[in-house]
């Protein structure tokens, strides 16, 4: 489209091999410190408690993998961090659509005031203490997964994000479903989540990342070894190196600079693995996040 | 809903005949009021779930909020505590880490904020030269996957970096000392912390602003770039002279967010690297992670509430206030 006048000019302009050098130079501290974290979780621990990083795997070794493998801390870990992944996910899709579905009709008398209330919570915030007694004195989730997804299940970015997608359906297609006799809940349902699809992996994505990377409610309000996410379970590894000790150890002692790579590789490979086709996605979230503006 | 269901029958009949894909909007705007109530009330069930989420996890801790002016007792609960005036905020502007930690909030911020928006614009900038789809593409893909890197890992990557084993080894140190220049003991050392985090954000962040650049720089009408071309400026120049100015709004729109975030610290990152690390406070210690400190190893209920307050007043205030600046100077792109 538009490029289109940036692309004809002639050769190779000074400008534009900077630009290549650039960014491909941007690209490069983008991508290295991750192979340096994959090489080194390869690495043998003799290398790395000599040095602390390895560029490439030598000498080779599995020893990181295999404790990890050989008890069930980290397996725990992955169950918390999908269980609070999937269910806070689903959770935070349902009110975030159903919220801005809402604000997104107009109606009169319901539809501002509520923008109004979720916008508000990005402005103005009750701040750590209250949060803590909340969850800890009056709902009790202390050492619950759900204290991790509540804190964060509606975020108003997004509301926003799926309220001017909401507004872009067509209101011919909506018209014809109400004149067919379709009640507004099953318009909804039937019509407007499906024609939607698109916005709803995006916010389903963001919502899926921060998700998964969440640690400092995790880190408030679970206290039990046992039902530590990922993030908080890496957090206690670098914060102490005894905490290695928790995890099983076979007899010999525990590789615990390679550990903590190889955890930290086992925390992002998901997101590394969804990453190439979910990028998209994301590119076309806060591209419409900031374009709405 | 059979109600609702009866109602946007009669609707039906009594409006014209459905009239399918290219509904009249005249008509439409007639029939509106018949059966309208019933059906709002209807849908705004669906919003019953998020608005009870956000009055129970949101509004409620803004009461909840009194914990400020009292002197909290955990075993008598929020309310049956005894109040205590304004003695939660003497003591922490008395204790000597208020200016401190206020300044690190708002310089840390400062840096975050300007070194962001440069890296993104450039970036942005960068990329549109490049004319490779595929390689253009895999760039984009790559300087953005930072973004979803958790602060936990970034602190990892840091102290393969930085600290290697024992506090002075890693990466950066070992190329230093190959350059024959000495070596640094990172971790104990304030100093550089300020803009090796800068640095991080810069990671972070660059990427994903330079998508939002990205955008704004492909619906940059064509002509504009013609005109130049005929005029014979250099790529350079165009980028220069067109592109950057017409990335003003978007800028300012991330600038005000930004600002209105300024007295925010940026927990997540500078906890999950520095951590209970006290050697580096004096350059990293901001708001957030002072309060976070204060509630889990001091219990300090009443002066935590305080400094959230506190901070939320002022954050309050400052939004305002870059949100009132922002309409001024631009009305048609004014964010609320």
Redesign the interface.
Known sequence: ???????R?APL????V???I???L??L???A?LW??LS?SFTAESK??????SLFPHPFSLDAYRTILAGPTVVDAYIASGFITIVGTALAL???S??A???A?R??M?SRP?AV?????M????????????VT?YLHLANSWFAVI??L??APFL?FIQVGAFRQLP???L??A????????RI?WRIGLPLSKPILAVVGLFYA?NF??E??TAL?FISDIDKFPL?LL??NL??NVSASTMLPTSGQAVPV?QL??AL?VV??GP?LLA??FA?RY??KG??LG??K? | MTEIGTAAAERSVSSTPPAAAPAPAKPERTRRPAGRVQSSLGVSLLAVPALLYLIVFHYLPMAGLVVAFKEFDISQGIFGSPWSGLDNFRYFFSSGDAGRILLNTIFLNVLFLAATLAAGVTLALMLNEIRGRFFKRIAQSAVFFPYFVSPIVISIILQVLLAGVGGSGGLVNDALLGLGLPQVSWYTEPGPWPWILTFVKVWQLGGYMSVIFLAAITSIPEEVYEAGAIDGASRAQLAWRVTLPMLRPTAAILLVLGVGRIFYGDFGTIYAIVGDNGTLFPSTDVIDTYVFRSLRQLGDFGTTAAVGLFQSVVGFVLVTIAVLIQRRYSKENSIL
């Open positions: 489209m538009s490029t289109d006048i940036r692309r000019r302009e000074p400008f534009t900077v630009s290549i650039g960014v491909s941007f690209m501290i983008s991508i410190p340096l974290i080194g790395l408690s000599e040095t602390g990083y349902a009110c975030t159903g919220l579905w809402v604000i009709r109606l009169p319901i509520l209330l979720t916008y508000l919570p402005l103005f915030t009750g701040g750590l203490v209250p949060l803590y007694l909340l004195q509540l804190p299940l509606v509301v209101e011919s297609v018209e014809s109400r004149i067919d006799g379709a009640s507004e809940l909804f990342v998964w990377n640690w400092f408030l993030p890496l957090q670098i914060a600079y903590r790579l930290t925390t992002i997101i990453y190439p990028q994301f590119v806060i591209t900031a374009t503006g």
